[in-house]
């Protein structure tokens, strides 16, 4: 393990950074080492540094923590999951098929009205976290055009955006996380 968690300046979790630009982000004062890994060090001829494990910055960062809205991240929030009948795709050495998955407008778009639509009361954007759900093909064929309950489907959650604490723990869904970030990551 050689990745670094970044908090933002007020400890909460914003991503998970490669060591290399960490180690940047420390040598221009840009971030504080709060953890490092016990007995690692990251020598350069000049200078010797504790292998950083967690560092904030030293200013606050407004949108650093956004969980960026891609195919990629949706289905990893769905953990790899149709949302409507709870296939999960899985090879044979247990990893997720993408492509077997595809992503649905939970209201279909031909209901949108100037690129927004309406759900529980609620307006969004018809192309948002809040409007797209993982699908396997056979659900999304049979959803077509229509909305969940004309298509006779429920929804198993209701979709909306990871907060920054868990799009960190999307990226390692699959990876142990490192002790020496624990206690930052109750938040
Ligand atoms: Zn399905």
Redesign the pocket.
């Known amino acids: 393990m050689q990745d670094v968690l970044l908090l933002n300046a007020d400890y909460s979790p914003v991503r998970v950074l490669d060591w290399r630009r960490a180690v940047t982000l420390l040598l221009d004062d840009k971030a504080r080492l709060v953890e490092h890994y016990e007995g690692r060090q990251i020598r350069s001829p000049s200078t010797t540094l504790p292998w950083p494990a967690v560092v904030t910055l030293t200013s606050f960062a407004r949108h650093r923590g956004k969980v960026r809205f891609n195919r990629q991240n949706v289905l990893a929030r769905d953990h790899w999951t149709?949302q409507?009948?709870g296939?999960a795709p899985r090879g044979t050495s247990g990893r997720p098929l993408p492509g077997e998955l595809t992503l649905d407008h939970v209201v279909p778009r031909s209901k949108a009205t100037r690129g927004r639509v309406t759900r529980n009361g609620r307006s969004m954007p018809v192309t948002s976290w809040e409007n797209i759900v993982t699908?396997?093909r056979?659900?999304n064929q049979r959803k077509a055009d229509k909305s969940p309950k004309a298509a006779g489907l429920v929804l198993r959650s209701r979709p909306r955006r990871p907060t920054p604490w868990e799009g960190v723990s999307m990226l390692f869904s699959r990876v142990e996380i490192p002790d020496e970030w624990r206690g930052y990551l109750a938040a």
């Open positions: 149709c409507y009948c296939t699908a396997c056979p659900c």
